[in-house]
Nanobody
Framework: QVQLVESGGGLVQVGGSLRLSCAAS????????VGWFRQAPGKEREWLAT????????SYVDSVKGRFTISRDNTENTVYLQMNSLKPEDTAVYYC??????????????????WGQGTQVTVSS
């Protein structure tokens, strides 16, 4: 059983930065893909980025390319989401999720078996 814990959310002004962390316990991220999603009030959960633990390949939704960076720390068994140039529309609860590396549809939330509890990000103008 994998348990995921997000941290690093908070209140930031437009143009600011935050780094979210997703730490795994119970099992390592080896043989996994890890994704970040977000959900704003009244909206569906939105896929943002994914990293494959083996090899480190990444993918992003177009709306965050060039602003957000997903990365991993093998020794800490942690995945990060560095968010720069934040906009009010980035305000949401951010979730990390993990799935087996065989998953192909990494942009689909139902592909992920394990989820964190979420961390709130608020971007104020």
């Amino acid at each position: 059983q994998v348990q995921l814990v997000e941290s690093g959310g908070g209140l930031v002004q437009v143009g600011g930065s935050l780094r979210l962390s997703c730490a795994a316990s119970g099992r390592t991220f080896t043989s996994s893909v890890v994704g970040w999603f977000r959900q704003a009030p009244g909206k569906e959960r939105e896929w943002l980025a994914t990293i494959r633990w083996s090899g480190g390949s990444t993918s992003y939704v177009d709306s965050v390319k060039g602003r957000f960076t997903i990365s991993r720390d093998n020794t800490e068994n942690t995945v990060y989401l560095q968010m720069n140039s934040l906009k009010p529309e980035d305000t949401a609860v951010y979730y990390c999720a993990a799935a087996h590396q065989s998953v192909l549809r990494v942009r689909v939330s139902s592909s992920y078996a394990y989820w964190g509890q979420g961390t709130q990000v608020t971007v104020s103008s």
